[in-house]
């Protein structure tokens, strides 16, 4: 009927706004209370644009990652800082908010298309179907519907396609930050796989800090920048550069302690 307000995708926006209100409240212990978020950078979340902007994260689980950022980034917009407190923020949500995922996972079970009607915008992967690797084409229509959901609103991504940790930014997010120009805002999250279990949905450990810190935009030139160059700077963003895979001997880290405490000295001598 006409005087329903519908999104790009057809689904109604009162039904969608009281499943985000409802899988809001039922979760908010998840990260409150069960165990804690600890949030950096929610200002920048409240000078974005009303649209075309792509977050870009590292992945850990399947959904308690995009439940915590659909907490974070409406609680940054109604003046929360660094803070999911005082759920009343969740009763307005922002419903131009999307996010990609596997067509596959979104489909299994009740619980999946639930979180799938709030904001999924499903895409066939290219490179892995129901746990066995293969090589396809991909396809236009869903790349034409992460356009619309950009140019609708705000859209997270999980370039890695994957929970698995450093695996390989996949280029398809380059391919779709060259074409559509987004403001691209990394997000660094931690914890969710120690509280969770793979598919984000039961609660494994409880007292758990959990994080999520929200970067400025990355300064890409989306006219000169390669596809390598955009994918090595998301893969530094995020943190999941093969170098942050370093581990120092127990001397090393010392020697950086004490050359740290010395600086620290220096200065308050200074003060």
Do not use: C
Not at 74 to 102: E, H, Q
Not at 122 to 146: A, F, H, L, P, Y
């Amino acid at each position: 009927m006409k005087f329903i307000k519908k999104n790009p995708f057809g689904h109604i926006l009162f039904l969608k706004k009281w499943l985000i209100r409802i899988v809001g409240v039922v979760s908010h212990r998840r990260y409150n209370k069960f165990n804690k978020l600890q949030i950096e950078g929610s200002e920048i979340i409240r000078d974005l644009p009303d649209s075309n902007v792509l977050f870009v994260a590292n992945h850990q689980t399947y959904f308690a990652d995009v439940a915590a950022m659909y907490h974070v980034f409406n609680a940054s917009l109604k003046g929360r800082v660094d803070t999911i407190n005082n759920i009343g923020y969740i009763w307005n949500p922002k419903l131009n908010m999307y996010y990609i995922a596997a067509a596959e996972t979104m489909k299994a079970g009740i619980l999946p298309k639930i979180f799938a009607y709030m904001g999924s915008v499903s895409i066939q992967r290219t490179w892995r179907s129901e746990g066995k690797d293969v090589k396809r084409q991909v396809k236009m229509s869903d790349i034409s519907n992460i356009g619309t959901a950009l140019n609708d609103g705000w859209v997270i991504t999980f370039p890695q396609g994957t929970t698995k940790p450093f695996n390989p930014i996949r280029r398809g997010t380059s391919h779709i930050i060259k074409t559509y120009k987004p403001i691209v805002i990394p997000i660094v999250i931690d914890g969710f796989r120690r509280s969770f279990d793979k598919k984000g949905l039961l609660i494994k450990k409880r007292g758990v800090l959990q994080s999520m810190v929200i970067k400025k935009p990355l300064q890409i030139d989306y006219e000169n920048d390669s596809f390598d160059d955009i994918v090595k700077q998301i893969e530094m963003a995020i943190e999941q550069h093969p170098s942050f895979l370093k581990v120092i001997s127990v001397e090393e880290y010392k020697k950086q302690e004490d050359e740290l405490n010395k600086q620290r000295e220096f200065w308050q001598t200074k003060s």
